[in-house]
């Protein structure tokens, strides 16, 4: 075995040097050592240097070139995929936010906030025909009820509109979904108006130049009436049956609403289970960006019977 020290016999006499030095060294050692290694170019003794060092070393230039081979190597190939498997993954990464985005703008359009657009100018000047709103579709959820002065988006089938006879059909029930959804547009059946009166109110106007009243309170509705429009040109006097609403435009002078509907069946008053949600916000143009809050027009009707008194 060798060491770092100079060789020495086994009896710990010092070692001859020169040839002798070189044979010491083979018999200790085992194997000749390799002419390059018996004698220094200036013929001088051997350095003194273990004989595993160069095999090591060699194995260690081995190991390394290989090795930097099979780094090489890999870095081509890991390298190839490091720079391609990354771009998948992210690729991956990016088609599941939009996945997760999408599904949750499909639930949220579906049960919580659904946009609208207003056709036509019967809710003047509160709405502006192409305003797009947003209607909170929990606003009367949990045991909710309309109140007096909330506008509401309402499907008119039934109340504003005759039911459409026969049973829906496949492509119908997959249009419905899709309204439901935000992704086909509302149709002709969906009505946005103002709740004047709810289940158990007496809703009354006597005609041009007097203001309605609801339960025998007069309703000062100058916050929300187009500019020069009458609360009513018609006269009427209606009790709202228990779970349905009596519902205006703001445009009274252009709104077909429950007045216009009075003698048909159903008497124009729009059942609850037909509201579809709150109407909340003014989203679209930005320049009308708005919220619809209910005005204190109905503050003087609290407490005179009606489910709109409840919070």
């Known amino acids: 075995m060798s060491t770092h020290e100079p060789p020495a016999d086994r009896d710990g006499s010092p070692a001859p040097t020169g040839a002798d030095s070189l044979s010491r060294s083979a018999v200790v050692s085992g194997p000749e050592p390799s002419p390059e290694r018996q004698a220094t170019p200036d013929g001088g003794p051997v350095p003194e240097q273990s004989e595993d060092q160069p095999e090591a070393a060699e194995k260690d230039g081995e190991d390394g070139e290989s090795g930097g081979d099979g780094e090489s190597g890999g870095d081509g190939e890991s390298g190839g995929d490091g720079e391609s498997e990354p771009g998948r993954s992210r690729s991956r990464d990016l088609l599941l936010l939009v996945g997760i985005c999408l599904a949750a703008l499909l639930l949220v359009n579906a049960f919580v906030a659904r946009p609208f657009t207003v056709p036509s100018g019967s809710m003047e000047d509160t709405l502006q025909p192409g305003d797009r709103l947003i209607a909170n579709q929990l606003a009367y959820a949990f045991g909710g009820h309309p109140r007096r002065g909330d506008i509401v988006v309402f499907d008119g089938s039934g109340s504003f509109l005759p039911e459409p006879a026969g049973q829906p059909g496949f492509w119908d029930n997959v249009r419905s979904v899709g309204r439901d959804l935000g992704l086909v547009p509302a149709g002709n059946t969906v009505y946005v108006k103002r709740v004047i009166g709810v289940g158990g109110d007496r809703v009354r106007s006597t005609g041009p130049g007097a203001p309605l009243t609801v339960n025998g309170v007069p309703v000062d509705e100058t916050s929300y009436l187009a500019p020069g429009d009458q609360p009513s ?12 609403l009596f519902v205006l435009g703001d ?18 008053f729009v059942p609850e289970d037909k509201v579809i949600g709150r109407a909340d916000w003014v989203v679209y143009p930005f320049s009308r960006l708005t919220g619809l809050d209910r005005p204190s027009a109905f503050t003087a009707v609290t407490g005179t019977g009606g489910h709109g008194d409840q919070g």
């Open 233 to 244: 040109d018609v006269a009427f006097d209606v009790v709202v049956p228990p779970g349905e």
């Open 251 to 268: 445009h009274r002078s252009a709104s077909r609403d429950s007045r216009d509907h009075l003698g048909e069946p159903g008497g124009g």
